[in-house]
């Protein structure tokens, strides 16, 4: 085998992993995602690091999806992790399907990917101009967000010759 012939087997390899990769790092954020639900529906408080305000950032209004059409509230009490889980989940099976060799799927992903960090991206936006304070596990979940969209722009940018 050549040396070019070599580096693009090498460059294939690292590409077919990436789909797995970022399965494995959506579950990460489906995790983080549910702890938050099962927090919030518990009406539990959601332990915090020093330095973190998660109470003041997790019962913000910004925190919940809804609102209200006159007096009539709309979409009631759904807190933003369960979109997050949704989407995170989402994610998982996209990048799982591209590994099984669907590369279709893949290209959604990226949409995805894309979607959520652009999100991520407004939501502590949120947390730094509107709530002036900051959840760690939010922080996490924008973190893992980066990560997976991260992995989406190494496969693009990085393609056998």
Known sequence: MTEPESQTTDIKTTIAKLPIAAAIVALIG?????YLTVHHYAADPVPCG???DCEMVLTSPYATL???????PVLGDIPLSVLGAA??????????????????????YGIQVTIMACFSGLLIYVQAA????FCQFCLISAATTLTLFLIFL???FIRPK
Request: charged fraction near 15%; aromatic fraction near 16%; hydrophobic fraction near 60%.
């Open 30 to 34: 489906v995790a983080d995602a549910v």
């Open 87 to 108: 989407a995170y989940f989402v994610a998982f099976s996209l990048a799982l399907l591209a590994a099984f060799g669907d590369r279709r799927m893949w290209k959604l």
């Open 66 to 72: 809804g609102g209200f059409i006159g007096n009539i």
């Open 154 to 156: 190494v496969s693009v």
């Open 130 to 133: 509107r709530i002036h304070a």
């Open 50 to 52: 020093t330095g973190f």
